[in-house]
Nanobody, 117 residues
Framework: QVQLQESGPGLVKPSQTLSLTCTVS??????????WSWVRQPPGKGLEWMGV???????YYSPSLKSRISISRDTSENQFSLQLTSVTPEDTAVYYC?????????WGQGTQVTVSS
């Protein structure tokens, strides 16, 4: 029943910060045992897991992005967000938010983000 919707700018300039928000409906981001991830897919490449925030608020990040990534949440708005700093054209991708539990795997529709001047 959980539904996810990504939102944020589709164009970001190099060296700036990419910021996206995932709005959750049909369930709470604090629901026990759910974890909430950001995943991206660069053009012509496979899915890349970026990081996760667990239902209790702990975060874990891909080692390749750890120095640049931050995932946070706003429980009052039932949202979680992605910030990726110092972006380059290599960060151009379709970005997805994802919700997973023992028996559920839900995805947003994805949003294209292009890094270009």
């Amino acid at each position: 029943q959980v539904q996810l919707q990504e939102s944020g700018p589709g164009l970001v300039k190099p060296s700036q910060t990419l910021s996206l928000t995932c709005t959750v409906s049909g369930g709470s981001i604090t629901t026990t045992y759910y974890h909430w991830s950001w995943v991206r897919q660069p053009p012509g490449k496979g899915l890349e897991w970026m990081g996760v925030i667990a239902y209790h608020g702990s975060t874990y990040y891909s080692p390749s992005l750890k120095s640049r990534i931050s995932i946070s949440r706003d429980t009052s708005e039932n949202q979680f967000s992605l910030q990726l700093t110092s972006v380059t054209p290599e960060d151009t991708a379709v970005y997805y938010c994802n919700a997973r539990s023992y028996f559920a795997d839900r995805w947003g529709q994805g949003t294209q983000v292009t890094v270009s001047s």
